[in-house]
């Protein structure tokens, strides 16, 4: 199932494609984020893990400009907006034109097929020819397994189907970065692993990716580097295997004992 990346060839190794410094928001008097700092080369995977209500989702959606920080810099490839100034409608939307979002619960539009879905970002906001935008939608859908389904409705998909749908959909607008909010947690457990499996690949052929998940098997054989959260900063941050297996800070080590003791 090999399929390119078409920015693999054009960025060189190792060049800096997130940088996140400062980082704060607030909701009402709700500290959410207090000063996250992020720095995320190209084709390496990061997975944000934390308790709930720590702010990783928060950071995902202010790298794809969902939420307006209310401090702080984000930098993604040549693009870089500092919320500590007032930022512009155009400015948010070339910040989330170099990067896509795969969210928890699909977000696929219900009135549309499938190819429908996948083209529209490519031929609406990037103004791409609709049979270019198409023959590419068509070879990604066959890379997941759903080329039969592309004139299908999301209402006639699993789940798992339906996710797999938004990972295309978010390739297909060719980004620098991919986002991942938890893209396993609203599924039955037995399609879980459909959908893990191409985020696999995804990272094997070099995708940059920042992954918030649960699934700590999954970050540890798939990720680069994991980022532990908590009360909305940066605990511990390392090597996969590292913070997973013998983490330093305390506060990590209470959370992974607590969560696989849940297991």
């Given at each position: 199932m090999s399929h390119t990346n078409p920015l693999a060839a054009t960025q060189p190794a190792g060049e800096v494609v997130l940088n996140v410094t400062g980082l704060r928001k607030a909701f009402g008097n709700n500290e959410v984020l207090k000063g996250i700092d992020l720095q995320i080369r190209r084709g390496s995977v990061v997975a944000l893990i934390g308790p709930s209500?720590?702010?990783?989702?928060?950071?995902?959606?202010?790298?794809?400009?969902?939420?307006?920080?209310?401090?702080?810099?984000?930098?993604?490839?040549a693009t870089t907006l500092d919320f500590?100034?007032?930022?512009?409608?155009?400015?948010?939307?070339?910040?989330?034109?170099?990067?896509?979002?795969?969210?928890?619960?699909?977000?696929?539009?219900?009135?549309?097929?499938?190819?429908?879905?996948?083209?529209?970002?490519?031929?609406q906001v990037q103004k791409r020819p609709r049979a270019e935008a198409t023959t590419e939608a068509e070879s990604l859908l066959a890379r997941v397994g759903l080329l039969e389904k592309k004139d299908s409705y999301p209402f006639e998909l699993s789940g798992g189907q339906q996710q797999r749908v938004g990972i295309v959909r978010a390739l297909a607008l060719r980004p620098q970065l991919l986002l991942f909010d938890e893209p396993t947690s609203a599924l039955d457990p037995e399609l879980v692993g459909d959908v893990l499996t191409v985020i696999k690949e995804l990272a094997q052929e070099g995708w940059t990716m920042v992954l918030v998940t649960h699934e700590l098997a999954f970050a540890r054989q798939t990720a680069d580097e994991v980022v532990f959260m908590d009360g909305g900063v940066v605990v511990e941050r390392g090597p996969a295997a590292e913070v997973l297996s013998a983490p330093q800070e305390a506060r990590t080590q209470q959370f992974l004992q607590r969560v696989l003791h849940n297991y």
């Open positions: 209500g720590s702010g990783k989702t928060t950071v995902l959606r202010s790298l794809n400009g969902l939420e307006t920080p209310d401090g702080g810099s984000v930098t993604i490839g500590s100034a007032s930022v512009s409608k155009k400015q948010v939307a070339e910040l989330r034109d170099r990067s896509a979002m795969v969210f928890q619960h699909y977000n696929l539009f219900p009135h549309m097929t499938v190819l429908q879905n996948v083209i529209e970002g490519p031929v």
